[in-house]
């Protein structure tokens, strides 16, 4: 089962607090995920900490999934980091920063664990 999504990224504090030790486990805690409405995670027969692959015109990511019903449902959100930038739009329109809301997803569960910040950078390295 896939749904479709509109993703979206943007900074969160926990995000933030770790930009200094992107290769430890706090930030990796707290970017390698994909918040979506409980109906959402239902819909796709998930519960929290279950693995999801997250699928854009740009690329492909596994993440594990988490509730926010703050989230209107069809909304994705992937914290700012490389998580989120392996399926956001790369085109920066001149200024630097890739679109970072409204890039049209689908989202499915998987066996896949999500990757770690080196081993997620070697895998496009090598696409």
Excluded at 26 to 41: I, K, R, T, V
Aim: aromatic content about 8%; hydrophobic content about 40%; some cysteine.
């Amino acid at each position: 089962m896939k749904i479709k999504a509109n993703l979206i990224s943007g900074r969160t504090a926990d995000q933030g607090a770790h930009l200094e030790a992107k290769t430890h486990k706090g930030y990796f805690d707290a970017c390698a995920y994909c918040e979506l409405n409980s109906a959402d995670l239902e819909r796709l027969g998930v519960s929290e900490g279950d693995s999801l692959k997250v699928t854009t015109e740009f690329g492909e990511v596994v993440v594990f999934a988490k509730a926010n019903n703050g989230n209107p449902e069809g909304l994705a959100f992937i914290p700012m980091g490389p998580w989120a930038n392996a399926v956001l739009n790369p085109d920066t329109h001149g200024c630097g920063m890739p679109g970072f809301k409204g890039v049209p997803a689908e989202i499915e569960a998987t066996e896949e664990k999500p990757l770690e910040m080196k081993a997620l950078m070697r895998k496009y390295l090598e696409d």
